[in-house]
């Protein structure tokens, strides 16, 4: 069902490679000082990894959900925050695709081509208004020629080091869902007052950031969606994201169980290596069984947005979103238990792949409002 045309099979390759040969040795420093790494940047950019999803037109690559899908997993495998600067880029590239005219288009998406290192920055979340995004209390209020934003913003992808910003405001509160929209905001403009960089458990080779948004004065040819359409654009940019967050959880479970089974098969016990006994067995064989069926959720979904079935794609994303995550925590978790002692120590990296495997349950949506996005769209019920 999921074979790979020539043209998958080249990039597949080339991004192997690239990962275990430029990536891999970066990842211990990455995790220990928590900066954003604008090596693996320079890295994915040069090799043109960076923003495989920019439409042809804009310079780009334009691969299919599916293979960039394929690439965010493999990226994972080795590193699940070098894969999230692909899926950042991805989801602010995404809002812009769907909803933006031609001249925002061409103003932001050429800036993406080739090997630039442009960096995009996404803001949906605000303080109190997590799980709620519809209560988001900032606020985006009309005044002639441009809009004046209010408010806070936190866990900002790519916050502080991001070129540019698209950011989510209520331009209308009224119209309650509808009444939201995206911006294109510049970095560095005044009223944009970066707070701090958030301190994390895991992806600690990501930057989060908080934000206020003191009297920001965004021109009107800067808000994506001038013709209305916003909040369900912004609906198929976050079902995406699950399902990015899906391809980039299947690669921590594969990298982890990859981990243990080597761990297993040279540490001796009782005179023969732990991958004799029975229950290292039974939870290879449960890891590997989680990802496989994972995987094939995650690739199903993918063709589904390929083809464009956005509704049956949401509730899918939602799925993929679910078990990818919860597969990642349950394989990193059992990876450091088959390593024992030396799996809980910062030597092996199944520790970090296990903290990094916690924030896939929880961004874009918790798995418990993904499992009522799921139920709520099967019964119909709100
Ligand atoms: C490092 C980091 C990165 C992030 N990156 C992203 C991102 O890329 N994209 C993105 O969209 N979000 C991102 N987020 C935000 C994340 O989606 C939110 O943290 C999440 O939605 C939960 O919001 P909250 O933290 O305010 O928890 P709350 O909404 O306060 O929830 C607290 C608890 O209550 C439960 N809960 C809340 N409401 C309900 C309900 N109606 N039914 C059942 N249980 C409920 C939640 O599941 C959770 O267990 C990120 C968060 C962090 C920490």
């Known amino acids: 069902m999921f074979q790979l045309d020539e043209e998958q099979r080249l990039i597949l390759q080339s991004v192997r490679e690239i990962v275990q040969k430029e990536i891999k040795p970066q990842v211990a420093t990455l995790e220990e000082t928590g900066e954003f790494s604008w090596d693996v940047l ?19 690559v334009e691969v299919s959900i599916f293979t960039f899908c394929m690439i965010v997993e493999e990226i994972a495998r080795a590193c699940a925050s070098s894969a999230l600067l692909l899926i950042t880029q991805a989801e602010g590239t995404l809002s812009i695709v769907l909803g933006a005219d031609e001249s925002l288009k061409e103003r932001y998406l050429k800036r993406l081509a080739g090997d630039s290192q442009v960096l995009i920055g996404v803001s949906v979340i605000e303080p109190n208004a997590d799980s709620d995004i519809l209560s988001a209390p900032a606020k985006a209020e009309r005044c002639g020629d441009h809009f004046l934003l209010h408010g806070n913003k936190c866990f900002v992808k790519n916050g502080s080091v991001a070129d540019f910003l698209v950011l989510y405001a209520n331009v209308d509160r009224s119209e309650e869902s509808h009444g939201i929209h995206t911006f294109l905001v510049e970095k560095g403009i005044p009223g944009l007052v970066n707070k701090r960089d958030e301190d994390r458990m895991g992806m600690r080779g990501s930057i989060y950031s908080e934000f206020d948004l003191d009297h920001l004065v965004v021109p009107s040819e800067n808000l994506i969606d001038q013709k209305g359409g916003g909040f369900s654009n912004s609906l198929k940019t976050l079902s995406a994201s699950r399902l990015f967050t899906a391809a980039q959880a299947v690669g921590l479970a594969q990298g982890a169980m990859e981990e243990a ?23 290879i064989a449960e890891m590997a069984t989680g990802i496989e069926s994972a995987r094939l959720l995650t690739y199903q979904t993918a063709f589904l947005f390929d083809r464009g079935e956005w509704k049956k794609a949401e509730t899918h994303a939602a799925m993929a979103k679910l078990i990818a995550s919860d597969t990642a925590m349950k394989v990193t978790t059992d990876a450091v ?21 916690k924030l896939t349950q929880i961004f874009t949506g918790t798995n418990q409002i993904i499992k009522s996005i799921i139920g709520r769209n099967l019964t119909g019920m709100s």
């Open 42 to 60: 320079r890295i994915l950019a040069s090799n043109d990894v960076l923003n495989p999803l920019l439409p042809r037109q804009y310079g780009g």
């Open 261 to 283: 089974i080597s761990y297993a098969r040279r540490r001796a016990q009782f005179g023969k290596s732990i991958s004799h006994y029975a229950p290292i067995q039974f939870m």
């Open 337 to 357: 238990q088959i390593m024992g002692g030396y799996g809980y120590m910062k030597d092996y990296p199944v520790e970090r792949m296990m903290r990094d495997a």
